[in-house]
């Protein structure tokens, strides 16, 4: 029975990259966010630090969010320069969280419990989000949150501590979340572990956001303060709990957190370690942060079921604690909400068709592509850049910089994705560039790659307006 715990993250590893690889094949990964961090890592393996033109000329991702972390994937990098190389890595990294969730489970309260919360774990609608958009740091929190919860259940203090203390490396904010695992241990561990584990957090949290950040950034300060702002008329204490619960699609989000459970992880002190993130997700004004999509719920899905085991594990050490009948229906409901939730995101797509067969327009896009020099300079579509971020000088056709500083340029002329640019504008800005100065080297499926002739003068490509970042931040 022991294999269980590994049998179960081998699974989940070979479902994740499968989906999210071939996703990436299909054209369905972005420069933001996968080639914006596929730049990081080969500047990294290249020595020069975590330098993105994507971003911007010269733009330090560091000065973005704190997030050395990313570093580790750089051995990696050095064996296969490649994108696939980041999916692969955060597949591991995410699968390898169900292992101490299984494990305690498995040892406190039989196999059934493991498998149950294991693959509930692993197929939950946070991760499916996740990992149907592209890669972000946040996969290396992932492990380290369920191994730093599963101890606090565990009663090794120590080892709680230790797990989290490396989240300060993986995000600015999660310093706070490491504050959190010692709150926890303040109040039912080991007081001095505690106090230090929290003094450590919030210190980490505060010299990258008040200090390290604004080093690096080229605004001079952190760039997302204004998503704590309240907007215009702000915040106070009065306000303060309709905030955490309008709109309505914040209750949502927390009903779906807590749904595959049986709404039991709620029962857990082990909840407070979501607090943080929890908080400045329903406290933001940014409301790509209080709903579903996207990778900010990844964090979330080890707490959540290292909660529920935690309540099904006390409930079966003493009587009372929960019905019998509650404790006896748990499992089984928390198979059917995992597999009825299944359907409305993104791992949905392991069950359709058009996962499993490759598009004549994909075909051509890669025939395409291969005629791109390595190391040339080229503006892309955002679907077509990390296609190529392995191997040439990036940058998103239409946002931050200029077309017209790229001696190429390629973009889906048949299916624009609508960021940065609506798909009118994009086709607008293509015609405006085989007017200044570029001709068409070769077009196919409506995959166009274009080059600037020779001694031509680019007319300035015209400043789209600013676009909301489709997930990154």
Same mark, same amino acid.
């Given at each position: 029975?022991?294999?269980?715990?590994?049998?179960?993250?081998?699974?989940?590893? /070979?479902?994740?990259?499968?989906?999210?690889?071939?996703?990436?094949?299909?054209?369905?990964? !972005?420069?933001?966010?996968?080639?914006?961090?596929? &730049?990081?890592?080969?500047?990294?393996?290249?020595?020069?630090?975590? @330098?993105?033109?994507?971003?911007?000329?010269?733009?330090?991702?560091?000065?973005?969010?704190?997030?050395?972390?990313?570093?580790?994937?750089?051995?990696?990098?050095?064996?296969?320069?490649?994108?696939?190389?980041?999916?692969?890595?955060?597949?591991?990294?995410?699968?390898?969280?169900?292992?101490?969730?299984?494990?305690?489970?498995?040892?406190?309260? +039989?196999?059934?419990?493991?498998?149950?919360?294991?693959?509930?774990?692993?197929?939950?609608?946070?991760?499916?989000?996740?990992?149907?958009?592209?890669?972000?740091?946040?996969?290396?929190?992932?492990? *380290?949150?369920?191994?730093?919860?599963?101890?606090?259940?565990?009663?090794?203090?120590?080892?709680?501590?230790?797990?989290?203390?490396?989240?300060? /490396?993986?995000?600015?904010?999660?310093?706070?979340?490491?504050?959190?695992?010692?709150?926890?241990?303040?109040?039912?561990?080991?007081?001095?572990?505690?106090?230090?584990?929290?003094?450590?957090?919030?210190?980490?949290?505060?010299?990258?956001? $008040?200090?390290?950040?604004?080093?690096?950034?080229?605004?001079?300060?952190?760039?997302?303060?204004?998503?704590?702002?309240?907007? !215009?008329?702000?915040?106070?204490?009065?306000?303060?709990?309709?905030?955490?619960?309008?709109?309505?699609?914040?209750?949502?989000?927390?009903?779906? $957190? *807590?749904?595959?459970?049986?709404?039991?992880?709620?029962?857990?002190?082990?909840? $407070?370690?979501?607090?943080?993130?929890?908080?400045?997700?329903?406290?933001?004004?940014?409301?790509?942060?209080?709903?579903?999509?996207?990778?900010?719920?990844?964090?979330?899905?080890?707490?959540?079921?290292?909660?529920?085991?935690?309540? *099904?594990?006390?409930?079966?050490?003493?009587?009372?604690?929960?019905?019998?009948?509650?404790?006896?229906?748990? $499992?089984?409901?928390?198979?059917?909400?995992?597999?009825?939730?299944?359907?409305?995101?993104?791992?949905?797509?392991?069950?359709?068709?058009?996962?499993?067969?490759?598009?004549?327009?994909?075909?051509?896009?890669?025939?395409?592509?291969?005629?791109?020099?390595?190391?040339?300079?080229?503006?892309?579509?955002?679907?077509?850049?990390? &296609?190529?971020?392995?191997?040439?000088?990036?940058?998103?056709?239409?946002?931050? &910089?200029?077309?017209?500083t790229a001696e190429w340029i390629v973009v889906d002329e048949d299916q624009p994705m609508g960021w940065p640019m609506?798909?009118?504008?994009?086709?607008?800005?293509?015609?405006?560039?085989? &007017?200044?100065?570029?001709?068409?080297?070769?077009?196919?499926?409506? @995959?166009?790659?274009?080059?600037?002739?020779?001694?031509?003068?680019?007319?300035?490509?015209?400043?789209?307006?600013?676009?909301?970042?489709? +997930?990154?931040?």
């Open positions: 029975m022991r294999f269980i715990p590994w049998a179960v993250a081998l699974t989940l590893f /070979l479902v994740y990259a499968f989906f999210t690889v071939r996703r990436h094949e299909l054209l369905l990964t !972005s420069g933001y966010d996968l080639g914006i961090f596929e &730049q990081g890592v080969r500047g990294y393996a290249d020595g020069r630090g975590p @330098i993105v033109e994507l971003k911007g000329p010269g733009f330090n991702l560091l000065g973005d969010h704190f997030s050395p972390a990313l570093a580790a994937l750089a051995p990696l990098y050095w064996i296969w320069p490649s994108a696939k190389t980041l999916l692969l890595a955060q597949s591991a990294l995410v699968a390898v969280a169900a292992v101490p969730i299984c494990r305690w489970a498995l040892r406190a309260a +039989g196999p059934a419990t493991a498998l149950v919360a294991g693959f509930g774990y692993g197929l939950s609608w946070g991760l499916a989000s996740a990992l149907g958009f592209d890669f972000h740091e946040i996969t290396f929190a992932v492990p *380290l949150i369920a191994f730093s919860v599963t101890a606090l259940g565990e009663r090794r203090w120590l080892a709680a501590a230790l797990w989290a203390a490396p989240l300060v /490396l993986v995000k600015e904010d999660l310093g706070i979340t490491v504050a959190a695992v010692g709150g926890y241990l303040l109040w039912r561990g080991d007081r001095r572990i505690g106090a230090a584990t929290v003094v450590f957090g919030i210190g980490a949290s505060l010299l990258e956001l $008040l200090v390290l950040l604004p080093a690096m950034s080229p605004g001079g300060s952190f760039a997302y303060w204004d998503n704590l702002s309240g907007g !215009s008329g702000g915040r106070n204490l009065l306000t303060l709990p309709l905030d955490l619960v309008t709109p309505g699609e914040k209750v949502t989000t927390v009903l779906l $957190l *807590l749904a595959p459970t049986a709404l039991l992880a709620a029962r857990s002190p082990l909840m $407070l370690v979501a607090l943080p993130t929890l908080g400045w997700r329903l406290l933001s004004n940014n409301p790509a942060y209080w709903g579903t999509n996207y990778h900010y719920s990844a964090v979330l899905m080890p707490i959540v079921f290292a909660a529920f085991v935690d309540v *099904l594990v006390k409930a079966r050490e003493r009587d009372g604690v929960l019905p019998r009948w509650i404790a006896r229906a748990a $499992l089984p409901v928390s198979a059917v909400v995992t597999l009825a939730l299944l359907p409305g995101f993104a791992f949905s797509q392991l069950f359709t068709l058009d996962l499993w067969r490759t598009p004549a327009r994909v075909e051509a896009a890669r025939s395409v592509l291969a005629a791109v020099p390595d190391d040339a300079r080229i503006a892309a579509s955002n679907r077509l850049v990390p &296609q190529l971020t392995n191997r040439c000088e990036v940058i998103v056709f239409g946002w931050p &910089q200029k077309w017209s609506s798909p009118d504008r994009e086709r607008r800005e293509v015609a405006t560039v085989k &007017q200044s100065g570029y001709h068409v080297i070769r077009s196919d499926h409506g @995959i166009t790659l274009l080059r600037r002739t020779p001694g031509a003068e680019a007319v300035p490509a015209a400043d789209p307006p600013p676009p909301g970042t489709p +997930g990154a931040g």
